[in-house]
């Protein structure tokens, strides 16, 4: 499965971004997906996870009720909708793909190339 997050770019404090991640190779119907993010000087960090049928999600607690993940099988995409954004959800945002869902970005077997979020003050 290769996959390509797009998206990311600068916003002010307070505003809202959606992340696309296009898979190609495969369908990725049956994978969990999961976004996660990397600020400089930090380790990759969790943000949100979905399963295959989009009924089941995990999120981390810097985003819950500001950030949602959705998916369209048909579409083969995954989304991350980023509301009331702050200074520190700037970091470098990935999304990864494996079969069940997990919140450890070391069980995951598939990853873009990321896509970079700048939020200003």
């Known amino acids: 499965v290769q996959l390509q997050a797009s998206g990311g770019g600068l916003v002010q404090a307070g505003g809202s971004l959606r992340l696309s991640c296009l898979a190609s190779g495969r369908t990725i119907s049956t994978y969990a997906m999961g976004w996660f993010r990397q600020s400089p000087g930090k380790e990759r960090e969790f943000v949100t996870a979905?399963?295959?049928?989009?009924?089941?999600?995990y999120y981390a607690d810097s985003v819950k009720g500001r950030f949602t993940i959705s998916r369209d099988n048909a579409k083969n995409t995954v989304y991350l909708q980023m509301n009331s954004l702050r200074p520190e959800d700037t970091a470098v945002y990935y999304c990864?793909?494996?079969?069940?869902?997990?919140?450890?970005?070391?069980?995951?077997?598939?990853w873009g190339q990321g896509t970079l979020v700048t939020v200003s003050s």
């Open positions: 990864a793909a494996r079969y069940t869902l997990s919140r450890s970005s070391y069980e995951y077997e598939y």
């Open positions: 979905i399963n295959w049928s989009g009924e089941i999600t």
